[in-house]
């Protein structure tokens, strides 16, 4: 009787967390369409390059691979940035085919 109460919590956590990440993903394919969206995008791309070409620079000395360290983990964070939107919608794309072919079965 506990396993199936435990089993029950679970699956209700589980339709919750699935709503959410539904509702997130509505949001991201509108905010992804808008103006604003393309604006962010551009503007990441300026900086992006700016910091690529920021690496392509010779180092000197250990303040320069100081820096460059810096640089590389702040063009990774503005490429997450950039893709965190599309892969949240490509995810919860599978998760309602898989969510489909569960229902259908």
């Known amino acids: 009787m506990v396993e199936d109460s435990r089993l029950s919590d679970l ?3 589980s ?6 990440d539904r509702e997130l993903s509505e949001l991201l394919v509108v905010l992804i369409a808008s103006p604003g969206w393309k ?7 300026r900086r992006q390059q700016m910091l690529a070409d920021e690496l392509l620079q010779p ?16 063009l990774s964070g503005l490429i ?3 893709d965190l939107p599309s892969v949240i919608i490509a995810a919860t794309k ?4 898989t969510e489909e072919i569960e229902n259908a079965t």
């Open 39 to 45: 604006a962010y995008m551009g503007l990441l791309s």
């Open 94 to 97: 599978e998760l309602r085919q």
């Open 15 to 20: 339709k919750r967390a699935n709503k959410e």
């Open 80 to 82: 997450i940035a950039r």
């Open 59 to 74: 180092n000197t000395g250990i303040d320069g691979c100081i820096r460059q360290e810096y640089v590389k983990g702040a």
């Open 11 to 13: 699956i209700k956590e």
